[in-house]
């Protein structure tokens, strides 16, 4: 009887294994479980952060523009290449202009970005400027801009409109669509729309060439969907007037 009671309050060696196994498989669960709640709340943290930034930004744009004279286009929006590549540009409303270079020029480092001073080599990403006499807009004989970089009499006056966030971020695309423009010669005021892709930096994980730029897919090489984020923005402005 005795030997019979000494079995009942002992595990076999099976038992434990079938035990240790069972709390195996539910931590590697628990673990995956953790894993990608993480993921996704990161990737949530990417795309609200991308989407707050850009209606910033496109806020930002409205009212500058909203506070300008006249505008002409496609002369007052002009970008910067270097050969075949665009680097950047520039938008000059007349009280401010807008300043930028594209996450690939500045993965790069390409020689005809704008920078904030060329002795530091610090690089605009998307800022904002006082100039009413729509000088960074200005060009030379060959048509690049005259005035590369932000004068040193601007510089406390920028307002870099990316900031530096949990995500860096960056304009892969902006476009003036100035064959729609339209304008109303009794108050002088202009609408025309404005196009910008703001994103993730590492242009590794975009399709750059793609309509509309795109994060690439888990099938392509090279994607991390985790962490790329592409938005397009979209909106049309009214200038201030003339009048």
């Known amino acids: 009887m005795n030997h019979v009671a000494n079995r009942q309050k002992w595990f076999t060696i099976i038992e434990l294994m079938l035990a240790m196994s069972f709390i195996a498989v539910l931590l590697v669960a628990i673990a995956l479980t953790i894993i990608q709640v993480s993921t996704i709340y990161t990737k949530g943290l990417t795309l609200k952060e991308v989407n707050q930034t850009g209606r910033e930004v496109a806020d930002d744009i409205r009212r500058t523009v909203a506070a300008s004279g006249k505008v002409e286009l496609p002369g007052d929006f002009v970008e910067v290449k270097n050969g075949a590549t665009t680097v950047g540009g520039r938008l000059c409303l007349g009280t401010s202009s807008y300043i930028w270079n594209y996450g690939a020029a500045i993965e790069s480092n390409n020689t005809r970005l704008a920078k904030y001073t060329p002795d530091t080599g610090e690089k605009i990403r998307f800022v904002r400027v006082p100039d009413s006499a729509k000088g960074y807009c200005a060009t030379n004989a060959s048509g690049q801009v005259a005035v590369a970089n932000l004068l040193a009499s601007d ?25 729609s423009t339209s304008y109303d010669p009794a108050t002088g005021q202009r609408l025309f729309r404005i196009t910008f892709t703001l994103g993730t930096q590492r242009t590794a994980l975009i399709n750059l060439g793609a309509t509309p730029i795109n994060c690439k897919t888990p099938s392509e090489i090279g994607s991390d969907l985790n962490y790329c984020t592409v938005q397009e923005f979209s909106l049309v402005v009214r200038t201030g007037g003339e009048v």
């Open 155 to 179: 510089r406390a006056n920028a307002r870099e409109l990316l900031r530096e966030g949990d995500r860096t971020l960056s304009l892969h695309n902006i476009k003036v669509d100035s064959s």
